[in-house]
């Protein structure tokens, strides 16, 4: 099965917004109307969109999840949503379940505490954000190294849907991913991993399209950019299987 598209929506403020390696200060604003740009992702053929909540990753305050809420209600019955950002207790998960939403992403709350990600996996399914700076996971709205490293933590979560793999030093700068570095994590796990940070060309889609174990492709400044769309990316995946 070929690896799939995750288009992404960060949230700040309920604005579509973008950062440069987790920096609050160097934002990108993209859009007022986060549902709009969910809807035409899944126009274009996206079967997942992947939203991030900036303002709950760095507060924990919840403040854009009727934003959540209202994408998952608008793509229901034509795609999934996977959402992340603040979701550190199991009750933050039921209510993102609640509002629709197909999948959590936990990553400073699985990080310090492991055991909640089979506690909160009773009620729907979760990956766990595993963002890291060279090799360091980093912990809550990536301001903090956690001491953790990224392949000890491979092992902690066997009830986990997907590992996030997030290389920060790459996130929003067009440079291009990790792509060995996302193989050797993938060949460490039998959990599927979702690759993040770095995607600036179709041509980096189809290489980690082409890494076993990779199940998916986040991608967000490069189609905000217009470097590609989202019906590009979902051909370039579909092709990569049949290569």
Same mark, same amino acid.
């Given at each position: 099965m070929s690896a799939l598209l995750y288009p992404a929506i960060d949230l700040r403020g309920g604005r579509?917004?973008?950062?440069?390696q987790g920096d609050y200060d160097r934002e990108t604003h993209y859009g007022d109307d986060p549902v709009a740009v969910a809807a035409s992702f899944v126009e274009q053929g996206a079967r997942w969109v992947h939203v991030v909540d900036l303002d709950a990753a760095r507060s924990g305050s919840p403040e854009?999840?009727?934003?959540? /809420? =209202?994408? *998952?209600?608008?793509?229901?019955? *034509?795609?999934?949503?996977?959402?992340?950002?603040?979701?550190?207790?199991?009750?933050? /998960?039921?209510?993102?379940?609640?509002?629709?939403? /197909?999948?959590?992403?936990?990553?400073?709350? =699985?990080?310090?505490?492991?055991?909640l990600v089979?506690? *909160?996996?009773?009620?729907?399914?979760?990956?766990?954000?595993?963002?890291?700076?060279?090799?360091?996971?980093?912990?809550?709205?990536?301001?903090?190294?956690?001491?953790?490293?990224?392949?000890?933590?491979?092992?902690?979560?066997?009830?986990?849907?997907?590992?996030?793999?997030?290389?920060?030093?790459?996130?929003?700068?067009?440079?291009?991913?990790?792509?060995?570095?996302?193989? *050797?994590? =993938?060949a460490a796990t039998a959990v599927p991993v979702i690759a993040s940070g770095g995607v600036a060309t179709l041509d980096d889609v189809v290489a980690l399209g082409r890494v076993p174990g990779i199940a998916g492709v986040i991608t967000g400044k490069a189609i905000y950019e217009g470097r590609f769309t989202v019906a590009d990316g979902v051909a370039a995946l579909r092709g990569s299987a049949d290569a």
């Open positions: 579509v917004v973008r950062l440069l854009n999840r009727h934003v959540v /809420a =209202a994408i *998952a209600r608008a793509v229901s019955g *034509a795609a999934w949503v996977q959402t992340g950002g603040g979701v550190r207790t199991v009750a933050d /998960a039921e209510v993102l379940a609640e509002a629709g939403v /197909a999948r959590v992403v936990m990553g400073s709350a =699985a990080v310090r505490e492991p055991a089979e506690e *909160a996996s009773r009620c729907v399914p979760v990956a766990v954000g595993l963002d890291h700076r060279g090799g360091e996971l980093s912990v809550h709205g990536w301001t903090e190294g956690s001491g953790v490293e990224l392949f000890d933590a491979l092992g902690w979560f066997p009830t986990a849907a997907a590992f996030v793999i997030t290389d920060i030093g790459r996130d929003g700068m067009l440079q291009g991913p990790d792509v060995e570095g996302l193989r *050797a994590a =993938a």
